[in-house]
């Protein structure tokens, strides 16, 4: 159950677009279309935003956007706005009922 | 709306035992999967433990496994995690998070936390 591997960092300016990876194996990102992400701001609780690689919840503007290709998955913010200044964390379904997710990005709006 | 509110964080010393508690509302509690996830001060969210529905299955991430329990009351929309044999690694927030096992193995729903500090 190896973390999966996120970018400490991440930044842009208002108006731009950022995107954050999520680097795992065949055995977790790679094999199964179950990344999630979660934007957590500080001292707060994580919130979902993307589901299932590229699903939004009801409510998450579609300004937050998935993808995947082979075992890295990408998260993608449209329009940065100062709002967005947050940890996001991706997670993946493991196998055998086990989840992971990776160590957090910490995205700042410049 | 969901509501999922965790109690019993302290200050424990290393062996020690703790059993934190999560109380649902605005939700069928009994419908649903439940978990709990931790996040060590300035550290990643770490899935720690998940139980099913009717509490039938439940399973555990190698590191606290055959240390820690989960368990649920259903008629009290209630989710517990007994803690024993703690490490000062075992140091963080510890969120209960409802769980979509069927559809996409995601968490829907997070509690604010409850700090747990392991030191002597």
């Known amino acids: 159950q190896s973390a999966l591997t996120q970018p400490p960092s991440a930044s842009g300016s208002p108006g731009q677009s950022v995107t954050i990876s999520c680097t795992g194996t065949g055995s977790d990102v790679g094999g199964y279309d179950y990344v999630s992400w979660y934007q957590q701001h500080p001292g707060k609780a994580p919130k979902l935003i993307i589901y299932?690689?590229?699903k939004r919840p009801s409510g998450v503007p579609d300004r937050f956007s998935g993808s995947k290709s082979g075992n890295t998955a990408s998260l993608t913010v449209s329009g940065l706005q100062p709002d967005d200044e947050a940890d996001y964390h991706c997670?993946?379904?493991?196998?055998?009922?086990?989840?992971?997710f990776g160590g957090g990005t910490k995205l700042t709006v410049l | 709306q969901v509501q999922l509110v965790e109690s019993g964080g302290d200050l424990v010393k290393p062996g020690g035992s703790l059993r934190l508690s999560c109380t649902a509302s605005g939700f069928i509690f009994s419908d649903f999967y439940m978990s709990w996830i931790r996040q060590a001060p300035g550290k990643g969210l770490e899935w720690i433990s998940y139980?099913?529905?009717?509490?039938?299955?439940?399973n555990y991430a190698d590191s606290v496994k055959g240390r820690f329990t989960i368990s649920r009351d259903n008629a009290k929309n209630s989710l517990f995690l007994q803690m024993n044999s703690l490490r000062v690694e075992d140091t963080a927030v510890y969120y209960c998070a409802r769980y979509d096992f069927w559809n996409g193995y995601y968490f829907d729903n997070w509690g604010q936390g409850t700090l747990i500090t392991v030191s002597s």
């Open positions: 997670s993946s379904y493991a196998g055998r009922n086990n989840l992971v």
């Open positions: 299932e690689v590229i």
């Open positions: 139980i099913s529905s009717s509490a039938s299955s439940k």
